[in-house]
């Protein structure tokens, strides 16, 4: 591309033209489409961009997860990454309304904790996913 093509004046036209959308939408012709102007259906996203949204949506449940329940810092890593794995899939809301696991989880009861995550309508929903959750917060390695 030209070094000296205007990218930035180009990007604000398209942001005026297309519209800034922060949610999916479907377009004037019925694609599902999101930002400015992305064409979901059929242009999707890239691995690359992926990432970077895994990587902002682990950042906000990890932040969550310190301001709501800070005690949670001091288990090991593979009882707060089954933590912060739970509030990746149901948000802080959700997690939160586990409160028996929550209160064995933070006394150190760990079967306890693990056998409420499993008897819940949350893991009927996701089903080997709570099972390895719960695995890995029954014996603090990760699954």
């Keep these: 591309m030209n070094p000296f093509f205007q990218t930035a004046e180009l990007m604000r036209q398209l942001t005026r033209d297309e519209g800034l959308r922060l949610k999916p939408y479907m377009d004037t012709v019925g694609k599902l489409t999101i930002g400015v102007g992305r064409n979901l259906s059929d242009v999707g996203i890239s691995g690359e961009e992926a990432q970077f ?25 593979a009882r707060l990454g089954a933590l912060i794995n739970c509030c990746f899939n149901l948000g802080i ?8 696991a929550l209160e064995a989880l933070q006394a150190g009861n760990y079967g306890a904790a693990a056998e ?14 709570a099972a390895r959750i719960a695995e890995q917060i029954r014996n603090g390695q990760w699954v």
Aim: aromatic share 8%; hydrophobic share 45%.
């Design 93 to 100: 809301g959700g997690l939160l309304k586990f409160r028996h």
């Design 53 to 77: 949204l895994l990587e902002a949506d682990v950042r906000k449940a990890v932040a969550d997860v310190e301001k709501h329940l800070p005690w949670a810092l001091a288990l090991d890593q």
């Design 116 to 129: 409420q995550f499993l008897d819940s309508e949350w893991a009927s929903q996701v089903g080997p996913r």
